[in-house]
């Protein structure tokens, strides 16, 4: 079954530093894709950036970036010169290639601190 | 252009009640979503519409649960006999197709409230 792991609860971050959030997954299905989204107080989930277990390069979407280690089944999100902005709850999900939901972990709360 | 929209923004029960909660997606969307999300939790996937028919509704918790989308649009997410644990935030998004890269959008969601 897939699982989605993202064990940092709350993350706090001074403004312009560069920040990392972990998440594992777990899948028996060769083909699989990663997502990360955000999401503010307001409620709505933002997409952010997408990551396919066949792509060879890293994705990057402007300053976020994926950290894909497929032997480690890990897929960290970077975001590079944090900004007041970025502060909101992240989740990592994932689908594989044999269904359409997407499964989300539990969240990181991140605090970008003036 | 349009995001997903979903209506009503809010809605509040009593225990027993019918409701229905309603989503429009992005125009030209062929797949339908609806996730739940209570406090403190990453959304849990409820059911999958490709064009009218459901997909697959694994996620239903149980025969309580029911969603149509009958024109291949919007679609309405019923629930009878409401409970207090009902209560959560009910997402709907939409995808343009369902390869493995294609974005499921959000809504702002519906957050229910069973007295």
């Known amino acids: 079954a897939q699982k989605i792991t993202q064990t940092q609860p709350g993350m706090f971050v001074q403004e312009k530093e560069a920040v990392t959030l972990d998440c594992t997954y777990d899948?028996?299905?060769?083909?699989?894709?990663l997502f990360w989204y955000k999401q503010p107080s307001s409620g709505e989930m933002i997409f952010l950036i997408y990551?396919?277990?066949?792509?060879?390069q890293n994705a990057t979407e402007g300053r976020y970036s994926l950290n894909f280690q497929k032997a480690r089944k890990s897929a960290n999100l970077v975001i590079s010169a944090s900004q007041l902005g970025d502060s909101a709850m992240y989740f990592c999900?994932?689908?594989?290639?044999?269904?359409?939901?997407?499964?989300f972990g539990q969240g990181t709360r991140l605090t970008i601190n003036p | 252009g349009a995001g997903v929209s979903q209506t009503p923004s809010n809605k509040v029960t009593e225990k027993g009640k019918y409701v229905e909660l309603r989503c429009d997606p992005i125009?030209?969307?062929?797949?339908l979503y609806w996730y739940r999300q209570s406090l403190g939790q990453g959304p849990e996937f409820l059911i999958y519409f490709q064009g009218t028919g459901a997909a697959d509704d694994s996620g239903l918790p149980n025969d309580r649960f029911f969603a149509v989308r009958p024109e291949g649009s919007v679609s309405t997410l019923k629930i009878q006999r409401t409970e207090r644990g009902d209560s959560a935030v009910y997402l709907c998004a939409s995808s343009l197709g369902i390869t493995m890269g294609d974005t499921q959008y959000f809504g702002p969601g519906t957050r229910l409230t069973v007295l």
């Open positions: 990551q396919g277990s066949y792509d060879q």
């Open positions: 999900a994932m689908r594989d290639g044999g269904a359409q939901k997407l499964v």
């Open positions: 899948t028996s299905d060769p083909s699989y894709g």
């Open positions: 125009s030209g969307h062929t797949a």
